[in-house]
């Protein structure tokens, strides 16, 4: 494997974490104050995934450019709202979801603009 697919795939798992860090710390909030939210194993798991997220991200720029890696990071946008409906049952009006598709077709036109 090549040190750009190497890149690739660091960003793709950064990503992934960063999504995974979101969930937890969503997960987390349903602890009673914030003193309990912060130490929940949740929120603290949470943080661990954003910082695995940011090293990887960190690896990922050393070969790609931040103008090509940055747009695919909006990915995280979509997740979320997919996963806050799927996993907490969170509401969305027609205007936050076009919000989203906005959101995500500006970054497939800036990775391809870049590209």
């Not at 494997?1 to 937890?24: D, E, F, P, R």
């Not at 949740?42 to 103008?67: D, K, Q």
């Not at 940055?70 to 709202?81: S, W």
């Amino acid at each position: 494997m090549s040190t750009v697919q190497l890149s690739w795939a660091a960003l793709l798992l950064s990503i992934a974490a960063s999504i995974a860090g979101q969930v937890l710390l969503k997960a987390g909030a349903a602890a009673g104050d914030f003193r309990s939210q912060l130490f929940d194993p949740r929120s603290l798991g949470g943080l661990v995934f954003y910082g695995v997220a940011a090293v990887l991200y960190m690896l990922a720029l050393r070969r790609l450019p931040m103008s090509v890696a940055l747009p695919f990071t909006a990915v995280t946008y979509g997740a979320a709202v997919l996963l806050g409906r799927l996993a907490f049952d969170e509401r969305l009006s027609a205007v936050q979801l076009a919000g989203v598709g906005v959101i995500c077709l500006g970054a497939v036109v800036l990775a391809v603009g870049s590209a």
